[in-house]
């Protein structure tokens, strides 16, 4: 059984290739044939986030016009086994994502891989609906602060109403919830709304806690994702992430400031 | 302890300021999007039924559709114009033991 994992917000900037690519790969890093897939037409960048921009030949919307076969335009990652980049095209023309195309692309994945990983784009356009369409779980990622969750609840409104399972009247959309941005230490001092704030709001099952990090945006500049940097908090918060999509119980770290770590050691247990 | 609480303090205001405001506006656009598509239809089509045999306006007719839990409640309220069905009903050409005006209809114009 091949489930299609959509990767979606509403709001832009929050992490959803981030997350896209590391979660991409760490289902295959756990032997799981996964192939990760850009639905953000004319603006193409999880090629540049998975480090594989110059191996792009042919895209998306080559496959849907005909001029290229899926596997001619799947790039195979060079690190880890398993998992492949469908990247898209940067056409500017917004209707190339033709509902019966996407329907034949995802049909033939579904026949290849366990895990189909579609990276929306923010907005709902074109792309974000098409993408939000096929999905049979998504992950919204969510940074805790009041647009961005706004943009969540509207995503989650559209995924109960607009979803493929919701118009053929099949059980809803998996729905998890990642936070992603996270500053324990600006929570701690009421500066920004807390895991718990988010999720009452939502009420939508919390898959991890990405905290705010360095390495990721170093990760994005060297084409690596997060998740291969094991000595991470990012790295290993996403690997949690993973583990608990795939049914395993894992505690929720890195949700204290190291401050306050180093406070509790000399002040002696609170 | 003090020294804790000194530098970890209960929540300021801006945190709980934001997620009072989130709480209270998606509660009015969640509100708002539950509403199905065909509502706006079927107000026409209420209105012309009962426009057959009573005089309304638009307005006249209100439908609201409200989910409590489990069950949705769908609430059709329409208005009537309290002078001109007692002027109906009490008109005097209307002959004895006719049913009420929902087996005729009435007069164009009237």
Do not use: W
Request: charged letters at 25%; aromatic letters at 4%.
């Amino acid at each position: 059984m091949s489930k299609v994992i959509t990767v979606t917000s509403g709001k832009g900037g929050v992490g959803k290739t981030t997350t896209s690519a590391a979660f991409a790969t760490g289902l295959a890093q756990r032997g799981h044939k996964t192939v990760v897939v850009d639905f953000d037409v004319g603006l193409r960048n999880l090629d540049l986030i998975m480090g594989c921009e110059r191996r792009v030949v042919f895209d998306f919307i080559n496959v849907i016009n005909g001029d290229a076969n899926l596997n001619q335009a799947l790039i195979k990652d060079k690190r880890v086994d398993n998992l492949y980049i469908f990247p898209t095209s940067q056409t500017r023309d917004k209707d190339a994502l033709r509902k019966d195309g996407v329907e034949k692309i995802m049909d033939e994945l579904r026949d290849n891989f366990e895990y189909i990983v579609c990276d929306s784009p923010a907005g709902i356009e074109q792309g974000a609906m098409s993408a939000l369409y096929h999905a049979d779980a998504a992950i919204i990622v969510t940074n805790p602060e009041v647009s961005s969750v706004r943009d969540s609840d509207r995503i989650l409104g559209m995924l109960a109403s607009k979803s493929r399972r919701a118009e053929l009247n099949q059980p809803p959309v998996e729905e998890f919830l990642l936070l992603t941005r996270y500053a324990p230490d600006r929570v701690a001092r009421g500066e920004m709304l807390s895991i718990t704030d988010v999720q009452e709001i939502l009420s939508v099952p919390l898959l991890g806690v990405i905290p705010e990090s360095e390495t990721v945006l170093k990760a994005s500049n060297t084409g690596q994702p997060v998740i291969l940097d094991a000595e991470s908090t990012a790295g290993r918060a996403y690997s949690d992430a993973v583990a608990r999509f795939l049914g395993e119980q894992r505690e929720m770290r890195f949700l204290t400031t190291e401050r306050k770590g180093l406070l509790r050691s000399l002040f002696g247990k609170a | 302890m003090a020294i804790l609480s000194f530098l970890f303090p209960k929540k300021s205001p801006s945190a709980s300021v934001a997620k009072e405001r989130l709480q209270i506006v998606l509660a009015h656009e969640r509100a708002g999007r539950d509403v199905p598509e065909f509502l706006p239809r079927l107000q026409k089509e209420m209105l012309a039924v009962v426009g057959k045999y009573l005089e309304l306006t638009e307005d006249m007719i209100k439908i609201n559709l409200q989910r409590q839990g489990g069950t949705s409640i769908l609430e059709i309220n329409v208005e009537l114009d309290k002078t001109k069905l007692a002027a109906r009903h009490g008109a005097p050409e209307k002959p004895i033991g006719e049913k009420p005006a929902i087996t005729s209809r009435p007069p164009k114009g009237a």
